[in-house]
């Protein structure tokens, strides 16, 4: 059964870099799918899409976060990666990783449990 | 950006009954080429992930209940509960995918009246 797990640190200092990795367990990620994605959430309130990795090298970012957004793959350890820098406290959210569920079709059928991260000095 | 609207915000329905959940887009998320429309529906309740119901507008995830329906076309959709149970009780979020930024709607809130 595969099992996505967020991690990182809680709390992240205003104009650093917040650095999240999400954990694919239960298969290899390049078998489980090509395509994943981070989304975010701030407390009460609705879903923000981050950006989305293609295993096969390309990515996408949502224009709301401008240059600031990275996400990267690591096969060998099964891990999907998001950093992001210059953050405010508009940056403090819960993020998720999730799996698309049809390669190439960007609705997510599988959601990590979420991370939460506070920026504040 | 496409935009999405969803409405009520929240709705409070008796046990039982029906709820139903609306969503607009602010353009058509219907790709002709494959007659799609690329629309998702997700329930998220306190403290978890949203868990998608439905995707292609209409297709029901495995697993998910039948009283669980999705339709429209367009720029038009909706989510039906035919019978509300007291596990419904969520928040439930519309998500496009025709085209990059992806974009959710606000969400509506789903309450036992």
């Known amino acids: 059964q595969v099992q996505l797990q967020e991690s990182g640190p809680g709390l992240v200092k205003p104009s650093q870099t917040l650095s999240l990795t999400c954990l694919v367990s239960?298969?290899?990620?390049?078998?489980?799918?090509?395509?994943w994605s981070w989304i975010r959430q701030p407390a009460g309130k609705g879903l923000e899409w981050v950006g989305r990795i293609d295993l096969r090298g390309s990515t996408n970012y949502n224009p709301s976060l401008k240059s600031r957004v990275t996400i990267s793959a690591d096969t060998s350890k099964n891990e999907i990666s998001l950093k992001l820098n210059s953050v405010t406290a508009a940056d403090t959210a819960v993020y998720f990783c999730?799996?698309?569920?049809?390669?190439?079709?960007?609705?997510?059928?599988?959601w990590g449990r979420g991370t939460l991260v506070a920026v504040s000095s | 950006d496409i935009v999405m609207t969803q409405s009520p915000d929240s709705l409070a329905v008796s046990l039982g009954e029906r709820a139903t959940i609306n969503c607009k887009s602010s353009q058509s998320l219907l790709y002709n080429s494959n007659n799609k429309n690329y629309l998702a529906w997700y329930q998220q309740k306190p403290g978890h992930p949203p868990k998608l119901l439905i995707h292609?507008?209409?297709t029901r995830e495995s697993g998910v209940p039948d009283r669980f329906s999705g339709s429209g076309s367009e720029t038009d959709f909706t989510l039906a509960i035919s019978s509300l149970q007291a596990e419904d009780v969520a928040v439930y979020y519309c998500q496009q995918y025709y085209i990059t930024p992806l974009t959710f709607g606000g969400g509506t809130k789903v309450e036992i009246k």
């Open positions: 239960g298969g290899s990620i390049s078998r489980v799918s090509d395509h």
């Open positions: 292609w507008a209409s």
């Open positions: 999730a799996r698309v569920g049809e390669p190439g079709y960007w609705y997510f059928d599988l």
